[in-house]
């Protein structure tokens, strides 16, 4: 997977967030593109980038319920109605958003009276101009209260909001798991327990992987 | 009512339909402040002005589905949660904006796929999150293309924007009616005929106003 993260922040170094995203982000094949508020941007070059991609994540903190303002400037000056219609039909879009609140203060009737996929519309408009697949964003809600364990799931699931292919289903998901347990367990040359162990828990996961399609296309023709 | 349209605009003098709203604001009381993007901001003068409004307007073009990167700067540098909780609580924030797609694109299942108010709920979650009122957005779709008649409606009804009272109801909007023929009849001295035609039409519908809240009274009472 042919993947872009556009990182849209005023001050990168001083967002643990971004630094923990930023470790995230080397385990995969991604391409780590930060917005620098210090330079101009190079329309030739980001559109290049643009175009060699087959996956583009915005990733940003909300500020104000939206984008910072580095990321509206990115996109006045580098993308056009003809450029995002010709050059990105049918590449995905995604966006990786962190808070400052709660998950519990998005909703009607709370304190911000919106969810973040409601407040992330102009960017789902986007990807509808444009024919692209727009991908649930991914949501980190304070990210400074997470527990290890939380981070440690958050560290996954980022990875393969970066370069899973798409669309995310129990299928790709898995074979996901098991392709990043395999590369884990191989860059350990003594861990021959854990490989035969993933050897065979790959095995198990792959037959039961096919029991479940078989189960579904059943299903399917029940239903059908 | 005194009133502070914040204007957004990379180049304003290059918008026929910011020009055209510029006219319209100086028939009123209403305080025009435009966001130069050559200039720093001044976050003491920024907040002296929102303190000091009863209506805050924010102006701008529909950019890539959301406001330009100005505004997202202004935010930024001029507005904290603290500041927005305790000195904006109770005021009145509104939005004009204006689109290069005709209205029909602004639905689900169109070319945009949301409504021009889905697309501005950061804003509406701003006014949530600072307590205060929230006015239904004035969408300017296509200026380029308003027949005169439609023109001078939206003349008027941009002025009732910026300085109608709130809540705009029957009577507060006739009222301003009123008051903007008598203004303007008594700028003409010679318009006699005009002036007493104006008193009568007045007082006719001063007196049709009762009624109706005679009438509405009465509803309430049954319904109650």
Redesign the interface.
């Known amino acids: 997977m042919n993947a872009l993260v556009i990182v849209a922040h005023?001050n990168l170094a001083d967002s643990p967030t971004q630094q923990f995203l930023k470790q995230g982000a080397k385990l995969t094949t991604a391409k780590w593109h930060y917005l620098d508020p210090l330079q101009e941007f190079s329309p030739a070059t980001e559109r290049q980038l643009l175009v060699e991609a087959e996956r583009i994540i915005l990733q940003f903190p909300l500020?104000?319920?939206?984008?910072?303002?580095?990321l509206?400037?990115w996109?006045?000056q580098i993308?056009s109605t003809n450029f995002v219609q010709q050059k990105l039909k049918n590449k995905q879009l995604g966006i990786v958003v962190n808070t400052g609140l709660p998950e519990k203060d998005f909703h009607s009737g709370s304190?911000?009276?919106?969810s973040v996929e409601?407040?992330l519309?102009?960017?789902?408009?986007?990807a509808?101009?444009a024919h692209m697949h727009w991908l649930n964003p991914l949501t980190i809600y304070q990210f400074q209260y997470l527990t290890d364990t939380q981070q440690m799931q958050l560290l996954m699931d980022y990875q393969r909001y970066l370069v899973q292919p798409y669309p995310d289903t129990l299928k790709t998901r898995s074979r996901w798991y098991l392709k990043k347990m395999q590369d884990l367990s191989f860059r350990d040359e003594q861990s021959s327990l854990i490989q035969n162990t993933l050897k065979q828990t790959t095995a198990e996961l792959e037959n039961n992987l096919s029991i479940l399609a078989m189960i579904k296309a059943g299903e399917d023709e029940v239903n059908g």
């Not at 304190?111 to 919106?114: C, R």
């Open positions: 005023p500020y104000w319920y939206g984008a910072p303002a580095i509206k400037k996109q006045e993308l304190k911000v009276g919106f409601q407040l519309a102009p960017y789902q408009a986007l509808h101009q």
